[in-house]
């Protein structure tokens, strides 16, 4: 996207992740950002319980790397005309304010396209930009995972609660890629076609593309599922199942097909005598003695630590996954020669701050990005690039337009 130029104004990470994916593809993204506050999310100092350095923040590091700040109030007359002048040389307007504050700053869809009457306008909400909660606002922890019914999916109904989002930003995530890979979409289009378009993506319709699969089958048929407590779970396929290692970690077994991986399997797991045996040694009679093989892949499994099975499960034919945390996930050596760890400089000047690849790789190749900006630290550049002097930057600093 060498040559593409994105205007952001946005906070928090749903739609700013748009931006970073774009930028991740090579775009010109210029964020706008309050010229006394910045972003609201700058000043998050606590993350799931966890103290933040403000000068080493995930959650401006992973939605905003790549980008140039610029500090505009757009409440203010002398603001909008710097928006406007940035605008003009836009390809995409991407933004996740409310509709109100939209239309109090002029920087809905009508003002933008009123100077650029070319620009692809992209908005992310809560609940969608139409129907009667087109102005109600949300967080993923509200609309993605709330009320779209992920969250009850997730939950076991043994808990007697709800469990609350344990990642923070996850929808946000999610939701920015949809809206990239919309933009994308909606610049291939203009190419073609010479139209433009405006992109809508929610949180709300985030989840249930997620969840689509369990969505369609409770319209078609009315029941919901739900996660089980991990002694409720049952299986009809013992190679189908989570099963716990001596020193308290858990092995997934998920050959969903075991034709062909039933000798390779028991073999793996130290139980080569199952593959001879009647009750095991073919697809049916494995279901119908399923919970007997439960029992015995759980004993062998339960025999040795987890390292011995994260390593000897390696040449298994079968599907299988150890029950990793995100932070295991970061020395694992297939997501590290796979390029999914990027190390940019970091803000303070110490050590690399490491942030995330976006989900799609080109050419094997991978990313080079750079930190997260400070809060307005390109507005000089960017307006210096659009042809205004020093004295009108100046003249604009001190009407308190732009920083």
């Given at each position: ?160 609660g709800a469990l ?96 062909g991986y039933i ?137 308190g337009s732009i920083?």
């Amino acid at each position: 996207m060498q040559g593409v130029r994105v205007l952001e104004v946005a906070q928090f990470t749903f739609v700013p992740a748009a931006g970073a994916i774009l930028a991740d593809w090579g775009a010109d993204v210029i964020k706008v950002e309050h010229p006394v506050r910045g972003d609201t999310q700058r000043g998050f100092i606590n993350m799931g319980g966890f103290q933040l350095d403000p000068n080493r923040h995930p959650l401006i590091e992973h939605p905003n790397r790549g980008k140039r700040s610029v500090g505009i109030d757009v409440s203010t007359p002398g603001g909008q005309e710097v928006l406007y002048e940035i605008a003009k040389t836009a390809d995409v307007f991407l933004t996740n304010y409310l509709p109100a504050q939209r239309q109090k700053n002029k920087f809905d869809v009508e003002h933008i396209r009123a100077v650029n009457p070319d620009i692809i306008y992209a908005r992310g909400s809560a609940y969608g930009d139409k129907g009667p909660e087109r102005d109600t606002g949300g967080f993923d922890g509200t609309a993605f995972w709330t009320r779209s019914g992920v969250g009850h999916a997730l939950t076991p109904e043994a808990i007697n609660g709800a469990l609350s989002q344990g990642i923070p930003a996850f929808g946000d995530s999610i939701g920015g890629m949809n809206i990239a890979g919309g933009i994308a979409a909606a610049l291939f289009h203009r190419e073609r076609t010479g139209e433009t378009a405006e992109i809508d993506v929610s949180l709300l319709s985030t989840a249930w593309w997620a969840a689509g699969a369990s969505v369609t089958q409770g319209m078609e048929t009315g029941e919901t599922m739900r996660s089980l407590m991990p002694d409720d779970a049952t299986s009809v396929n013992p190679f189908m199942a989570n099963y716990r290692t001596s020193d308290g970690g858990t092995i997934n077994l998920c050959i969903v097909s075991p034709t062909g991986y039933i000798r390779d399997a028991f073999e793996h797991l130290g139980l080569p005598e199952l593959a001879d045996d009647p009750r095991f040694s073919d697809v049916l009679p494995l279901i119908e003695n399923a919970s007997e093989g439960v029992e015995l892949i759980a004993k062998a499994i339960g025999s040795k630590p987890f390292e011995y099975w994260r390593q000897h499960l390696k040449t298994m034919k079968g599907q299988w996954a150890p029950f990793q945390s995100l932070v295991d996930l970061a020395t694992d050596d297939q997501a590290v020669a796979n390029d999914m760890i990027v190390e940019v400089e970091a803000g303070d000047g110490g050590k690399p701050f490491k942030v995330v690849r976006g989900p799609v790789q080109f050419n094997h190749e991978p990313l080079e990005t750079t930190r997260a900006p400070q809060a307005s630290e390109h507005t000089e550049i960017v307006l210096m690039e659009l042809g205004l002097d020093w004295d009108r930057i100046e003249e604009l600093k001190d009407s308190g337009s732009i920083a």
